[in-house]
């Protein structure tokens, strides 16, 4: 019982860290209708940021950190005003093969700068695990799980209650609407990329804290994604839920595999196998909108 308990300790902290990277990828959706297949490398982009601010600037973490976050600002201005911009009016799956392409220049661009070898930050946090319920967990994965907690309560508050989170939701509900009220539709789509860049550096500085970081790390926005279709690509609350389910779901299916099987690397089968069953039921996801045309 103890092992399953780990499983499901270590799942909520890597699934709190999927729902943060799906939450970049459904603010996008939500803003631009565009999904962004380059989500895991923005991910790896941060990550590899903080950590040569960290290891060969010599920079205390937390300075580190936060020009991370004003390093990924930029990087998602760029990328919506140079890259993203010029498609507007373009079909959306030219936009979003543009945005593969995006993720294999910023893969060659981490792999030319930093090579393909594991990294790993130096520790912030103590290395003496924290008895909780008499279970051994690691104070790294409770500032994980801690940290994303508070940061999808700041955005549920910024879209809740603040003048451009509420903009951005009107140019998701409707942006021929939003725009005859004043609402710049072009800034909405920067911020939701630059807020969607910050989200995934947030996401990879921590999950190399906890695993090191590789070029390897962009494939995380593959991972994440059964999350984001399980939640619903329009959801917030389904990013953030769904993010824990499959993390879990991961963690628990993988340790019973082994456990009862001898089979390793089902962890990277059991999410999708998972989404199937659901989008059988709800096609939607679970909290997807349901869009329904008249012929």
């Known amino acids: 019982m103890d092992y399953y308990l780990q499983l499901l300790v270590s799942g909520l902290v890597i699934g709190s860290i999927y729902s943060l990277v799906a939450l970049g990828f459904v603010i996008i959706y939500k803003a631009t209708k565009v999904v962004n297949f380059a989500q895991g490398e923005l991910v790896m982009v941060g990550a590899y940021i903080c950590f040569s601010l960290t290891v060969q600037a010599k920079l205390p ?5 936060f020009l991370t976050l004003a390093f990924s600002f930029i990087l998602g201005i760029a990328i919506e005003r140079l890259i993203l911009r010029p498609m507007i009016g373009e079909p959306i799956i030219s936009v979003v093969m543009v945005t593969i392409g995006l993720s294999s220049v910023l893969k060659s661009l981490v792999q030319l700068f930093w090579g393909t070898q594991i990294q790993v930050f130096p520790p912030v946090l103590p290395q003496e695990p924290v008895m909780i319920a008499g279970l051994p967990v690691a104070p790294v994965y409770l500032a994980a799980f801690a940290l994303s907690i508070i940061l999808f309560l700041i955005f549920s508050a910024f879209f809740k209650y603040s003048r451009l989170g509420i903009a951005m939701r009107a140019t998701a509900f409707d942006q021929q609407a939003a725009a005859s009220m004043g609402i710049g539709i072009k800034n909405i789509f920067a911020l939701s990329w630059c807020i969607a860049a910050m989200v995934s550096s947030i996401g990879g500085i921590i999950l190399g804290n ?7 790390l962009g494939h995380l926005g593959l991972k994440v994604f059964p999350a984001v279709i399980l ?3 329009d959801s917030l609350l389904g990013a953030a839920l769904g993010g824990l389910i499959i993390g879990v779901l991961e963690n628990v299916c993988d340790g019973a595999a082994k456990e009862f099987l001898g089979l390793g690397g089902f962890k990277d089968v059991a999410a999708f196998l998972f989404l199937v069953v659901i989008l059988m039921i709800k096609p939607y996801g679970l909290f997807g909108a349901r869009e329904i045309e008249r012929v």
């Open 61 to 65: 973490f937390l300075a580190a950190f």
């Open 210 to 216: 906890i695993n090191g970081i590789n070029a390897q």
């Open 231 to 233: 939640g619903g690509l």
